[in-house]
């Protein structure tokens, strides 16, 4: 498979000796498998592959007074297209993979930005604990923490940040620093939705969930109306008990739904009853215990590595969007989008999602039960563009982790108001010299209201 199409090669960039043997440039037998991300084909001009916090201060320091800018990435999953760059650099985590059990009893454990959550998910799986923590195991540890955390246990646990209870991060003067709320409390808020403002972060500390057997439901249904079958489908997931529902795949006249839940009688009472009232039995449905890795289906890292470059070679756009509810009106207007747009995936929130409350930290939106994605290849862009904005009236706010597009409307969409004001305050107090501007930035001043 050719992965070196896009952007021509950047030069060789001089990097400080301390750096020599964890750095990677174009030519090096590696270049290819990490210039890249899900979304995005990226040509830096070195990506460092980080060893400890000291590592992380020397490319900082290198970045400021080189003015070379600087990305940071976790795991490398990367739908936002935000972990690579072009003539930059790329502090790599990927090293800084370990996960700590610190306490048993109480579900205390401390997880490394670089780990991926299916190994996460193996590590807590013998000590009968879990951490809502996305739906694929290759998803990075670094990049969902700092942003939210949507999961196959979202309705039951909630968002991965609402179990954090520490984050380690270096600043932008490479000074090493862990937060919490006792400890630099505003900077633990806004870590906690808009870290990659703010540092590196290399390591959290998470308050993970007793959670023994999981069951995974998957069930394709006959949805040839689909405005009709999504709003009858909301309106079940709404009226469930809290167990995690998705609609990950669009189809022309069938839908995919996946559900996952406790190994319990809640779980079989529901997938008897569950189908959207209204609706033709399922086409085909099957139910199973998950085993601790597959609960994330962590792939080999060489088809992690092909599925990435196919993935940057194709996908253009990914819009996301959140719904508080799925009305008749927004319905159609997702029914639209999916003629229209290459892939569509429906997440459902809300329910333990909702239970923190708006000002506990920057992810705030906690009034939503659906999370919408669209993603599509560039032939389809204006398309998908045009039946965006159909549908954004039915919309109320977006996930930074899906958007491709930046600027400020974006963060107005995931920042409501006071909260964006105050990402603005704390990151001219954090990061004065936009060393971390990479990631969806945030502004020097608030936008005017």
């Known amino acids: 498979m050719q992965t070196t199409s896009g952007p021509p090669p950047a030069p060789k960039h001089t990097c400080p000796e301390s750096l020599a043997t964890v750095t990677i440039r174009p030519g090096d037998r590696d270049y290819d498998a990490v210039r890249h991300t899900y979304t995005r084909l990226g040509s830096p001009a070195a990506v460092i592959r980080v060893r400890d916090h000291q590592d992380i201060a020397d490319t900082l320091a290198h970045a400021r007074t080189t003015g070379v800018p600087v990305t ?88 991965t940040i609402d179990h954090m209870r520490a984050a380690e991060l270096v600043l932008a003067d490479g000074s090493l620093i862990r937060t919490d709320t006792e400890h630099s409390p505003d900077l633990f808020w806004a870590v906690r939705g808009a870290g990659t403002n703010f540092g590196v972060a290399t390591a959290f500390e998470f308050q993970a969930q007793p959670v023994r057997e999981v069951i995974v439901a998957m069930t394709v249904y006959d949805a040839a109306d689909t405005a009709a079958f999504l709003t009858r489908w909301a309106a079940a997931v709404e009226a469930a008990p809290r167990l995690a529902h998705q609609f990950p795949d669009a189809r022309r006249r069938s839908r995919r739904e996946s559900s996952c839940g406790p190994g319990d009688d809640r779980v079989r009472r529901h997938r008897r009853d569950a189908g959207p009232r209204g609706s033709r039995p399922p086409i085909v449905g099957r139910a199973g215990p998950a085993q601790p890795r597959n609960r994330h289906s962590l792939p080999p890292a060489a088809a992690r590595r092909a599925r990435a470059a196919a993935c940057a070679a194709t996908a253009d756009r990914v819009a996301p969007g959140l719904l508080d509810h799925i009305t008749p009106p927004a319905a159609e207007s997702m029914a639209a989008l999916m003629k229209a747009a290459g892939m569509v995936q429906l997440r459902s929130v809300g329910a333990a999602v909702n239970d923190t409350p708006p000002t506990a930290m920057a992810s705030s939106h906690r009034t939503q039960n659906f999370s919408l994605m669209a993603a599509t290849v560039p032939a389809l862009r204006d398309g998908l563009d045009e039946h965006w904005e159909r549908l954004q009236p039915h919309l109320n706010g977006l996930y930074l982790s899906f958007e491709t597009r930046t600027g400020r409307r974006q963060l107005q969409d995931a920042f409501p108001g006071p909260v964006l004001d105050r990402l603005v305050s704390l990151k001219a107090q954090y990061d004065p010299d936009h060393v971390f501007d990479n990631n969806f930035a945030l502004p020097s001043v608030p936008f005017p209201h």
Do not use: C, Y
């Open 72 to 159: 940071a990435r976790s795991g490398g999953h990367g739908i936002s297209g935000r972990s690579t760059n072009d003539q930059g650099m790329v502090i790599d985590l990927s090293r800084l993979n370990t996960v700590e059990i610190l306490d048993s009893r109480s579900g205390l454990v401390r997880v490394e930005a670089g780990a991926r959550w299916g190994d996460v998910a193996a590590a807590l799986a013998p000590h009968g604990l879990g951490l809502s923590s996305g739906d694929t195991g290759d998803v990075g540890v670094g990049g969902l923490a700092t942003a939210g955390g949507i999961g196959l246990m979202s309705r039951l646990h909630g968002l």
